[in-house]
Nanobody
Framework: QVQVEESGGGLVQAGGSLRLSCVVS????????MAWFRQAPGKEREFVAN????????VEASSVEGRFTISRDGAKNTAYLQMNSLKPEDTAVYYC????????????????RGRGTQVTVSS
């Protein structure tokens, strides 16, 4: 059974940085696409970034492009979300997800999901 667990969230001042980690257990990560989504209080869940099984192809949402970078380390079965120049509007619960095959921008397409990690950016 595949399990997904995020870590690295916390409280940071605007302009600061955080790196989220996502460990996938139970399967070889290399065959899985990964994605990060986030949900702020009172708002719908939104796509943040995804990466394919090779780690070569990535997509970031326009709201985070140039500030956030998704990457992966197949040897560690871990994906990362490096978040720089954080803004108060980045405050949300961040969810890591995984799926076999091609990456997607849709949360429902990822059958394996973590419980989320809180990121709070103060102004």
């Amino acid at each position: 059974q595949v399990q997904v667990e995020e870590s690295g969230g916390g409280l940071v001042q605007a302009g600061g940085s955080l790196r989220l980690s996502c460990v996938v257990s139970g399967r070889a990560l290399a065959s899985y696409s990964m994605a990060w989504f986030r949900q702020a209080p009172g708002k719908e869940r939104e796509f943040v970034a995804n990466i394919d099984g090779t780690g070569v192809h990535t997509v970031e949402a326009s709201s985070v492009e140039g500030r956030f970078t998704i990457s992966r380390d197949g040897a560690k079965n871990t994906a990362y979300l490096q978040m720089n120049s954080l803004k108060p509007e980045d405050t949300a619960v961040y969810y890591c997800t995984a799926k076999p095959g091609m990456k997607s921008g849709q949360f429902w397409a990822y059958p394996y999901r973590g419980r989320g990690t809180q990121v709070t950016v103060s102004s």
